[in-house]
């Protein structure tokens, strides 16, 4: 029998008896294994690096409006690459913002811009006292540590559903005026995988918030990060909040980390007139303008919207085989036992997966003895609890195939361990 939830206890002891003694032959091995962070690998780093030497001469260096990029200035960004994102975010050129060399420094700096200076003609955050964050979970690390920065947000857990995340406590949730904004990963969310139904996006598109300074954080990072030839599509969430009267409610966020270069690619935010102008009063302080070379390499490397989407052609070729194993050992090793589940991904850099409650921790604390290392257990919530003690974060992307398979089965056996001593009440 191999659900281990009806086994008997002597099958059940049986059973941990030999996964333990496989589990010591791993140890053995001393592996040094690492699914933590969702990072590209060295295959898909070389992907883009003839754009490092793309601009040869001064005349490259001219944008289409004749600016010097090597010079000062243009603080929102080239208009070539405010078409670009514009096309990435699905909105118009004059609502783009075009940043420096993350996303994740844009959503801080709009949260800290918020905080000090206010939005929607209400006073800053900072000046109100406790204010809340809905947060949906599992979610992004960071995203929490942005709003867990802040000492005066408390982050409140909205749970994922296979559609988003649950509407009717959103909806509830914004009728209270201390309720300032909320997180989303609304295509391959992170760590899920899960893109936003059509009616969960109707629904953020016609909130109406108590507050008139709640803003929804949509951060777009995998918007054509498409693993299938059958991707999950998004509706458009400015489109629909135009039809609503409600364009001031979100700001939306994306960059090329995972297109290009993280670290050194280039990210845009996109939003209202009403929101781009408090967010520039601000950004004209904090810089003159932000790397044009950067944008122009990017544009000259790609010519356009379509030169992006047949890089990430090239992404997919590298990352399916990866995702695809992902599923199959956790399908091979897990789909009877009833001891864990997830969720397949058509795009992202993760797989979710969650374990027996209370066994998450002790999960990931056996694969980091047996040398494998994974994102910390509750990371994927606020404040790093996760109440369930449930949910693993994987990371397909770096290890090559041979070092990912290892490190799947060690995760599955672990898995297999820390239930089987859960139902044993070891
Ligand atoms: C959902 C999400 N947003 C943002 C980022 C970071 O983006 P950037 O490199 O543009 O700062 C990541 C990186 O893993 C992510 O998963």
Redesign the pocket.
């Known amino acids: 029998m191999s659900d281990y939830q009806s086994m008997d206890k002597n099958a059940l002891e049986s059973e941990l008896k030999n996964l333990k003694a496989e589990y010591e032959d791993y140890k053995a091995q001393g592996l040094k294994l690492n699914m933590a962070?969702?990072?590209p690998s060295t295959a898909q780093l070389e992907l883009s690096l003839p754009m490092l030497d793309i601009l040869k001469s001064g005349s490259d260096c001219l944008s289409v409006s004749g600016a010097d990029c090597r010079n000062y200035g243009i603080l929102d960004g080239i208009d070539e690459a405010k078409e670009l994102f514009a096309q990435m975010l699905g909105v118009k050129p004059e609502n783009v913002f075009i940043g420096g060399?993350?996303?994740?420094?844009?959503?801080f700096d709009t949260i800290a811009c918020f905080s000090e200076n206010g939005i929607g003609g209400e006073d800053p955050w900072l000046l109100q006292g406790k204010i809340k964050f809905l947060c949906p979970a599992p979610?992004?690390d960071?995203?929490f540590g942005v709003t867990g920065f802040f000492k005066n947000i408390e982050m409140i857990t909205i749970p994922m559903t296979e559609n988003g995340p649950d509407m009717d406590m959103v909806e509830k949730y914004v009728e209270d005026p201390t309720v300032k904004g909320i997180w989303c990963?609304p295509k391959y969310?992170?760590p899920d995988g899960i893109t936003y139904s059509d009616e969960t996006v109707k629904r953020f598109a016609a909130l109406k918030p108590a507050a008139k300074d709640f803003r929804i954080m949509w951060?777009n990072?995998?918007c054509i990060h498409d693993l299938t030839d059958t991707p999950d599509t998004l509706l458009n969430l400015y489109d629909e909040c135009l039809k609503n009267g409600n364009e001031d409610l979100p700001i939306m966020?994306?960059?090329?980390?995972?297109i290009t270069f993280?670290?050194s690619?280039v990210?845009a935010l996109a939003a209202s007139k009403n929101n781009l102008d408090v967010l520039k009063s601000r950004y004209k302080f904090q810089t003159i303008g932000y790397d044009k070379l950067n944008m122009l390499r990017h544009i000259r490397f790609f010519n356009n919207y379509e030169g992006v989407v047949a890089h990430m052609q090239k992404h997919k070729a590298i990352l399916a085989p990866k995702f695809e194993l992902v599923i199959n050992k956790l399908t091979e090793e897990l789909g009877d036992k009833n001891i864990a589940s997830w969720h397949k991904p058509n795009g992202?850099?993760?797989v979710s997966v969650n374990v027996l409650n209370g066994c998450a921790k002790k999960v990931v604390a056996l694969c980091k003895e047996a040398g494998i290392n994974l994102t910390g257990a509750g990371a994927t919530y606020p404040y790093g609890i996760d109440p369930n003690d449930s949910n693993i974060r994987i990371a397909p992307s770096f290890p090559p195939l041979d070092e990912l398979a290892k490190a799947l089965d060690i995760f599955c056996l672990c898995t297999k361990i820390a239930a089987a001593e859960k139902l044993l009440d070891k």
Do not use: Q
Request: charged content about 10%; hydrophobic content about 25%.
């Open positions: 962070r969702g990072v060399n993350s996303s994740l420094n844009m959503m979610g992004y960071r995203h990963v969310s992170n951060d990072a995998y966020f994306c960059s090329t980390s995972k993280p670290g690619g990210a992202g850099y993760f």
